[in-house]
């Protein structure tokens, strides 16, 4: 059965940061592409960043040059850290794994909260 685990949510001021991991078991994760998603309240849930099997990292408009995306094949995790947080970074915030192949199949994590406020 396929696991995973978000942590390292919080609250934290504007400006700060955090460190966002996802823990996963259950699946060959060095086959995976991972992603980090996150849903505000009254918005659609959106991708922040992903990174591909062979460690591609890619970020939407809204976060890049703020957050860093990682992965340990070896440790089967993947890592948020976010950086010069915003209030509008406060959302639950979702781990991401799709499988390798032509039938894709996604799994989620059950979130962690984020919020940036003073």
């Known amino acids: 059965q396929v696991h995973l685990v978000e942590s390292g949510g919080g609250l934290v001021q504007p400006g700060g940061s955090l460190r966002l991991s996802c823990a996963t078991s259950?699946?060959?994760?060095?086959?995976?592409?991972m992603g980090w998603y996150r849903q505000a309240p009254g918005n659609k849930r959106e991708l922040v960043a992903s990174?591909?099997?062979?460690?591609?990292?890619d970020y939407s408009d809204s976060v890049k040059g703020r957050f860093t995306i990682s992965r340990d094949n070896a440790k089967s995790m993947v890592w948020l850290q976010m950086g010069s947080l915003k209030p509008e970074d406060t959302a639950v915030y979702y781990c991401?794994?799709?499988?390798?192949?032509?039938?894709?199949?996604?799994?989620w994590g059950r979130g962690t909260q984020v919020t940036v406020s003073s």
């Open positions: 990174i591909s099997a062979d460690g591609r990292a």
């Open positions: 259950g699946l060959y994760f060095r086959n995976y592409a």
């Open positions: 991401n794994a799709n499988s390798p192949g032509a039938i894709k199949v996604v799994y």
